[in-house]
Structure formats: C-alpha cells, structure tokens
C-alpha cells in the first residue's frame, strides 16, 4: 500500500511531499541497525587481536577520523614513543565511543554565557602503568545516575540504546 502512494505521488510530480517521509524512514533503519549491531557487539566475546602500536600516532589517526563539532576545542597531550599492546579496532570502539560522549554531553548544555568546551584527551605514565584520559568540560555525570551507567540498556539519552559504556568497559577488561 505504502509503494503504491509513494509510486503514485511520483507519478503525479509530488515527490517534494514524500521525500522527508523516505529521508525519516531511512534515518529509523539506520538507527535500528545500529541497535541491533550494539546488541550483538555487547552479547558476543570477541577474542583480542593484541598487536604492538605506537599509542600516540595510532591515537592521533584515531582522532583525525572523528568529526569535533566547531564549538568545542580538542586539546591533545600524549605521551611520546610509549608502544602498547592493544587490540586497534576494539580499543577505537573504546575511543570513539567516550569522544562520541563527551561531545554530546557538551553539546546538550552548551550555553553562550558558558565558558569554551574543551575535549581533552591525554596519557601519562603512572607506577609504570599507562593512563589515558578523556574529560570533557560538560556538565558531569549526576551522582544518581552514576551507579547505572554501565547496566545493559540503560541510558539517559532520549535516542541511546545504553550500551555505549558497557561496551566500553567490556573492552577495557578484556584489555
């Protein structure tokens, strides 16, 4: 039935009526694959695939690829030369997904009267340990929701799945 009006109002020259009604129907299926690759990314174990990088220039690459909206500065402070075993495509899930984050979280509160965003990204040596941190100038994580951001499913995002997070400390314990 639907084919048949999107058809007809072709046929008729009204394509103008139909277009935003195709260009939502195409934004809900892409949104529904990714739910349904989330969900599976988050049911199945993936083996580590470790291999040695140059963490800074594989970061560096990492954060080339990322779209920083205009309004928020991107300040990068690493370490040089460290080289680190890592799995590169499931640790870029991990980066993606905190950059992807913080993002939103200042975009959601950005105000004119609210000082720059900042998206800071760093690593440092720690007791021999490598540390990588990603903070954000937004708004924070309000104390009763921070027990649950890493519960399957749960999200304070009126368009998120709630398995960003999950996904991402999976990886960091596999790691």
């Known amino acids: 039935n ?7 109002a ?3 020259g009204q394509l103008n009526r139909v277009e935003p ?5 195409e934004r809900n299926i892409t949104r529904c694959d990714n739910i349904i690759t989330e969900l599976l990314d988050y ?9 040695p990088l140059c963490l800074d220039e594989w970061l560096q690459r990492i954060l080339a ?3 920083i909206p205009e309004d928020i500065t991107l300040s990068v402070d690493l370490v040089k030369g460290v080289e680190i075993l890592l ?8 980066v993606v997904n905190l950059v992807d984050n913080a993002c939103q979280a200042m975009q959601e509160t950005s105000r004119p009267d609210r000082p720059e965003q900042i998206l800071r990204i760093q ?18 994580i309000p104390p009763e929701v921070m027990p649950h951001i890493f519960e399957p499913l749960y999200s304070t995002k009126s368009f998120g799945v709630g398995l960003g997070l999950p996904i991402v400390k999976s990886i960091m314990e596999q790691h």
């Open 65 to 67: 690829e990322q779209t």
């Open 87 to 94: 799995d590169p495509e499931r640790f870029r899930r991990v």
């Open 2 to 8: 639907s084919v048949y009006s999107i058809s007809t």
């Open 21 to 25: 009604a195709l260009q939502r129907a």
């Open 123 to 140: 690593s440092e040596i720690v007791d021999s340990q490598l540390k990588i941190s990603i903070t954000d100038t937004g708004p924070g």
């Open 43 to 51: 049911t199945r174990t993936h083996e580590l695939k470790l291999q």
């Open 10 to 12: 072709i046929e008729h």
